[in-house]
Structures are given as C-alpha cells and as structure tokens.
C-alpha cells in the first residue's frame, strides 16, 4: 500500500495508522500470486489429484511436504548468508541481521510444517511416524538448532549486539548441521530410504509440486519482506525509546491536519 | 486404513500454521506502525 | 603475550578456582552418581544397562557438564571478571582456549569417575586390550565437548534467563560426539560383539569435531563476550 494520503487526515486519528504499513504495491501483487497458487495447491490436492499406486492418498500431502522442505533449507541458507554479509565488515549492516531473523523465523515455521506433514506422509506410506534416518534427523536437528537460534535473538541487549551473537550463532550451525548429518549416517546406515518416491507422478501431479515450490517461494519472499519491515520498526522503537517515538508520531499527525 | 484424516490434518495444521503467523504477524506490523513515523518506514 | 601463555593462565586460574571451592567435586560428582543410579532405576534389567552402559556414561556425562559450563560462566560472571579481563586487554582467544583446558580436565575426571560407576553399577567390562581406544575416545570427545560447552556457555552466559537457554543450544550440537563417543566406547568394550577397529572412525569423526569447533571457537569467542 502506498503511504496514508493527506485525504486520509479526514479520518479519525485512530485509522490513520496505515491498514498495511509494511506493503508495498509490490509485495502486494507478490502476496496475490502466492495465494493463486496456494489455493490451486489446495484445489489440486484434496480435490483434483489422483491417488498414487505406491503412495496412495500419501501424494497429496507431498504437494505440501515437498515445497516447505525445500523452502525451509532455503530459508536457512538465506539465514547462513544474510549472517555473514553482516559479519563481513565491509557490508555489515542492521539490514542483513533483520533478513536474517526474518528468514529464520519463517524457515522454522516451515521446518515445523515439513515435519508435521512429513510424519503423517510417513504413517500413511511407511506405516510409522517417524524413522531414525539421517534425512529426517538431521531435519529435526535443524529445526531444534533454529528454534535456538530464534531464543538467542530475542535475549536483549543492543541491536548490534543482537546482531552479532545470532549471525555468529547462525554460521555456527552451518558447521554443526554436516557433522551431525554424517554422523547420523554413520550411525544408522541402514535406514536408507528414499523419502520422495520417483518418476511415478504423472505430468498434472508434477506440474502441481511446481506450482507448489513456486507459490511456496513467492509466499516465503512475501513473509520474508514484510516480517523484517517489522523488526525495522520494532528496531527504530527501541531506538527512540516508546515515549520519544510516540511523541514524534503525533507531532507528524499535527503536521497531516 | 482410512487415509482422509492423515492428509486433511496435514492440510489443516500446515495452511492453519502459516494463516496464524501471517496474521500475528501483520497485527504486529499494525500496532509497530503506530508508534513509529514516516521515515522509520522508508519503504512505503 | 603469546596465545598459549595467556590460555595456561586463565586454564590454571579456573583450576585454582575449582580447586578451592570443590564446587564440582563436592555437587557435580554427586550428581552424575546420582543420574547414573536413576538410569538403572529407569531401565531395570542387568542385561540392558550393560548393553547401553557406553550410552549411559556418556548421556550422564552431558548433562553433568551442562552444570560445569554453567559453573564456569558464573565464575566470570561475578564480579564482572569477564569484563574485567576484556578491558585489561586479555586476548579472548586465550581465554576461550584457558577456559576450555580447565573444562576438559574437570570433564575428563567426571568422564572417568562415570566410566568407573558404570563398570560398578552396570557390570561393564573394561578389559585391558580396550584401554588404548577408550583412552583415544576420552581425549577426543572431552576436548570437543569443553570446546562446544566454553563456546555456548560464554553465549549463554551473564544477563538473567541465558542460563534456561544453554542445554537448548548445546546438546544439538554435540550430539555427533553422543553418537561417536558412545559407538567408540562400545567398541573399546566390547559391547553387543563390537570389535575395537570399529571404533577408530568415531574417534576420528570426533577429532575433526574438536578441531573444527575448536577453531570456530577461537575465531568467534570475542564477538559473542564482546559486550
């Protein structure tokens, strides 16, 4: 959306916060296409979507399995990045830690729904819940290590320093990540199955777990922006102290009228 | 075994998840936006 | 002053601390002790314990040193000492390599004593042939945890409510030495047939655990404490 328009002054000051004050027309069009194609997702998958041979109603959760796996790796690489581009002293800026956090905090939302989604795939098409190979343990590790990461952010003190503890926190679990991957391989290499069954999707069912990876990344790159206009906020708050920032918030109404 | 309950639940809990978030997320944004001014939001 | 100077200061420093205070001697033995017989409260069966004995000293000795981590933070945090060393311009690297020597040798006691409950409590068999591996398994898993725990535990340390966050950020990441530590001491014993040349990747997994967050620990220990 873009900024209250001076028209908007007419109104009563409780509604001249903006309805969406970290949209933009762009993250709104972005916002748009992700809920198209989350919503053909939905139709397709409880609806439209055959039953596989092997898998039988178990594909229809991989329509959603699938992309928040592969968005929540996504998010943490971004995470693993965006903490070094702070780091480095050259580019460090408040920005990257945001996006870091940001993409953090949507990556384990993710984490969790791969998780939960990938259990009851496993019920349906395993017959258990859970089992201990080195695919889905390392998942559970990653998630666990980002909920930490999440607690970290939030233990106080100034931005910088939040900052810097969760971006060397965050490139930290890029080195405990393959360690435990390997060991896990190590430890139970037996359990080597295949989580996605290949080459058994016809060419709807496929082009669906496209749609769903696409309108996962548009829905991530939405959540993303918008979460770490909110930290910005959040941030420049603190700065300025509640008192101070409400203080020149309604100095600027004053101005509007 | 009937499978329906097995996908609606993951369909449920997962699109649920990511409804509650958005929307904690953008009432968050509403009340920051109420305490910050013009040029905090450099976007818009 | 050299890297190693100021590390063998502040390693015999906490070892002076320990020595006077027997904090670890006097509640954290007690504990494992403890933790190792309400193991065998929990499986109850001879034949089990045995079989996971490795497991057991080695699950006993992470939370044990959770406490000893948090003992030595809270050491620094006294006081201010931790400050009180950064502004006298003691290198933290030093300090990170100080802290982490007097932990690995409180560990590798604990380590000891529980290997010793276990053989006691848990029949476990520690032959002669198995002491080369065993010693090998100590050395390498005790150095990457008091890495890991000095690493987390400066993290965690000082303001109110880190020291709640500490075992969320640490058992995650040694978790690979859980596994390779307990799989290398089966082998040394002998647990369920294991032959001791299985063993030896573990322990080279677990050395390359050490050095990697031994050296991550070294570059990043000043900007977590900087503060």
């Given amino acids: 959306m873009t900024s209250p328009a001076p028209s908007s002054s007419t109104e009563t000051t409780a509604t001249s916060v903006p309805r969406r004050p970290t949209g933009t027309t762009f993250s709104r069009w972005l916002g748009i296409a992700a809920l198209v194609g989350m919503t053909w997702l939905v139709v397709f998958g409880l609806l439209l979507s055959p039953d596989d041979d092997l898998q039988k109603k178990g594909v229809r959760i991989l329509y959603i399995h699938v992309p928040s796996a592969w968005l929540a790796y996504l998010a943490f690489v971004v995470t693993g990045i965006a903490s070094a581009g702070y780091l480095f002293k050259r580019t460090r800026s408040l920005i990257w830690d945001r996006i870091a956090g940001a993409s953090a905090e949507v990556g384990v939302l993710f984490m969790a729904i791969t998780l939960v989604t990938g259990s009851l795939w496993g019920r349906i098409s395993w017959g258990t819940y859970w089992t201990w190979d080195s695919r889905l343990t390392t998942t559970a590790f990653l998630f666990i290590t980002y909920v930490g990461y999440l607690a970290v952010r939030d233990l106080g003190g100034s931005h910088h320093q939040r900052a810097k503890r969760s971006a060397v926190l965050a490139l930290l679990a890029v080195l405990e990540i393959p360690l435990v991957h390997f060991s896990v391989r190590w430890w139970r290499p037996l359990h080597q199955q295949e989580s996605v069954a290949e080459g058994k999707l016809d060419d709807l069912m496929l082009f669906s777990l496209f749609v769903g990876i696409v309108s996962f990344t548009l829905l991530y790159v939405w959540l993303v922006l918008h979460r770490q206009r909110v930290l910005a906020m959040a941030d420049a708050v603190d700065d300025k102290g509640l008192d101070g920032a409400l203080a020149a918030r309604r100095a600027e109404q004053e101005v509007a009228r | ?44 | 002053m050299s890297l190693f100077a100021v590390a063998r200061l502040i390693a015999a420093k906490d070892l002076r601390i320990e020595w006077r205070s027997r904090v670890v001697l006097h509640q954290v033995v007690p504990f494992s002790g403890l933790v190792m017989v309400l193991f065998a409260f929990a499986l109850d069966n001879d034949a089990t314990l045995t079989r996971v004995a490795p497991g057991l000293v080695w699950l006993a000795s992470m939370f044990s040193m959770l406490v000893v981590v948090q003992r030595s933070f809270a050491v620094e945090a006294a006081d201010g000492a931790l400050d009180a060393l950064r502004v006298a311009g003691v290198r933290p690297d030093g300090i990170f390599l100080g802290k982490s020597l007097a932990l690995a040798a409180q560990l590798a006691v604990l380590e000891v004593i529980l290997l010793l409950a276990a053989v006691v409590l848990y029949k476990a068999d520690v032959g002669a042939g198995s002491v080369p591996l065993l010693l090998a398994t100590f050395v390498a898993a005790t150095l990457g945890l008091a890495f890991v725990g000095t690493l987390y535990g400066g993290l965690a340390s000082g303001a109110s409510g880190r020291e709640t966050l500490l075992p969320l950020l640490m058992l995650p990441v040694v978790a690979p030495v859980l596994i390779g530590a307990t799989r290398a001491t089966e082998a040394a014993l002998g647990t369920n047939g294991a032959s001791s040349n299985e063993g030896w990747p573990w322990v080279g997994l677990m050395v390359l655990f050490g050095v990697l967050f031994g050296a991550g620990g070294t570059l990043a220990f000043g900007s977590l404490v900087d503060e």
């Fill in chain 2, 1 to 44: 075994m009937n499978q329906w309950p097995y996908v609606l639940i993951s369909y449920a809990l997962s699109l649920g998840g990511i409804a509650t978030y958005t929307w904690r997320m953008l009432r968050r944004a509403r009340s920051m936006a109420s305490k910050v001014t013009e040029e905090d939001r450099p976007w818009t």
